[in-house]
């Protein structure tokens, strides 16, 4: 990257959070794709990009920066703070397939959003023991969301909704 370039987007990103937020927020990012990562043994098929995560990472704070701007707030909601890590994961793909290693592989990137998207919604716990039915409409939910991420438009707006729906769904249904 060109020097000048890096100086300009620091000063700018350090206008709208602080060098603790920015370190903060890409080692929370970066730690849940490396669980990710170790939890589905991907090493020898999947390599993660440090690279393509950074820029990620840029992108998600320049947007956020704008947002923040654009509504005069101080502060950015955990929600949209996923919602637009999610978004820029689709979009710059840090998780990349190693060659010969399967198309089960071709959605990883899909799979960690997924999985983001679940743990930062609470909406599924694997302790918790889910009666049969529930648990089949559970996956079928959980499969539908997942081909949203695959084949549908994952903007960041979508992906907050969806997170705000699942939010307002345990308050209308509790868990018993």
């Known amino acids: 990257m060109d020097k000048e370039w890096v100086k300009k987007l620091k000063e700018e990103l350090n206008a709208s959070f602080t060098d603790a937020y920015i370190h903060n927020a890409g080692t929370l990012i970066h730690k849940l794709a490396e669980q990710f990562y170790r939890e589905n043994q991907l090493d020898g098929k999947i390599y993660f990009s440090d690279d393509i995560f950074n820029h990620c990472l840029i992108d998600i704070l320049v947007d956020l920066a704008r947002l923040k701007y654009f509504h005069d ?59 049969a039915e529930d648990q089949k409409e559970l996956i079928k939910g959980i499969g539908q969301i997942y081909y949203h991420l695959k084949y549908r438009n994952t903007n960041p707006q979508t992906l907050e909704l969806f997170l705000i729906g699942l939010q307002n769904g345990r308050k209308i249904y509790p868990a018993g």
């Open 73 to 131: 707030i101080s502060r950015v909601n955990y929600v949209k703070f996923i919602a637009y890590t999610a978004s820029w994961f689709l979009k710059r793909k840090p998780f990349q397939v190693v060659e010969g290693c399967g198309e089960e592989y071709i959605y990883v990137n899909e799979r960690f959003v997924l999985t983001l998207l679940l743990q930062a919604g609470s909406c599924y716990d694997e302790n918790v023991n889910y009666y």
